[in-house]
């Protein structure tokens, strides 16, 4: 477990780790409730020196240093953007809603399509992750000339 806490990991641990030594989890019965000692704490850790780990910690927005045989890496998350494979295409399009004739108001490559129900307006194709619903690229189709220029 320890060999995945690097910087950047998102971590968790239990809430009870913060309770006071007096017996009574006040700390973690403060935050959770009744649900205490099933709850956990997640952080991003910022830095790992001497098996120590600097982690900012989501529940109350400040950092502290945590031994790092305590924390748990959130493995099945980790560099989720770099890792995944379920990244879709798509295109799509804006419709021209604005004041004034679109052509001469700059609006970036202006497209007439029949089938779409509003037939004047930009084009983009964008890719998505359909695990997490985040778009990742957004591009906007600026015309034959513009785009063979482009990477």
Known sequence: MTASIT???RIRIKATYFDENDGHNTWSRKHFGDNYDISYCWGTVRKVENNYAM???EI???ISLVPVGVLIADIEN???LEANTNEENYESMFAWYGRGAYFKDE???VMKIKRKP???GCEVKIAC???TNIMMRFEINEGKE???TKK
């Open 146 to 148: 513009a785009m063979s």
């Open 60 to 62: 109350d927005k400040k």
């Open 129 to 131: 992750d359909s695990n």
């Open 118 to 120: 509003k037939g004047v």
């Open 78 to 80: 980790d560099n989720l």
């Open 107 to 109: 609006m970036p490559a």
């Open 55 to 57: 982690v900012y910690w």
């Open 7 to 9: 910087r950047g990991v």
